[in-house]
């Protein structure tokens, strides 16, 4: 069974950081894709940061461009979320998502709250 489980968010003043870590298991397939994604109450789900496995270059929301930076580590089977210059707008539920095969899968999300 495939599981994703995120971890790393908090309370956090603005100009602040966090690292938001998504841990996952259960998947027998290539990853082709993987994703941050983020929902302020009351707002669709958006990407926030994105990365297709192959050596393809990360893709990055404009508004987070230059603050937040995607990566994996293979060996510990995670994905993170380095997110720098925290803005009171970053706030929200953030989901880990990982794509394979035709499918994908969700984690439970991570709350990130940045005050002013």
């Known amino acids: 069974q495939v599981q994703l489980v995120e971890s790393g968010g908090g309370l956090v003043q603005a100009g602040g950081s966090l690292r938001l870590s998504c841990e996952y298991s259960?998947?027998?397939?290539?990853?082709?894709?993987m994703g941050w994604y983020r929902q302020a109450p009351g707002k669709e789900r958006e990407l926030v940061a994105s990365?297709?496995?192959?050596?393809?270059?990360?893709n990055y929301a404009e508004s987070v461009k230059g603050r937040f930076i995607i990566s994996r580590d293979n060996a510990k089977n995670t994905v993170y979320l380095q997110m720098n210059a925290l803005k009171p707008e970053d706030t929200g539920l953030y989901f880990c998502?990982?794509?394979?095969?035709?499918?994908?899968?969700w984690g439970q999300g991570t709350q990130v709250t940045v005050s002013s």
């Open positions: 990365v297709f496995t192959g050596g393809s270059p990360m």
């Open positions: 998502n990982l794509v394979y095969l035709s499918s994908d899968s």
């Open positions: 259960g998947i027998a397939y290539r990853i082709n894709a």
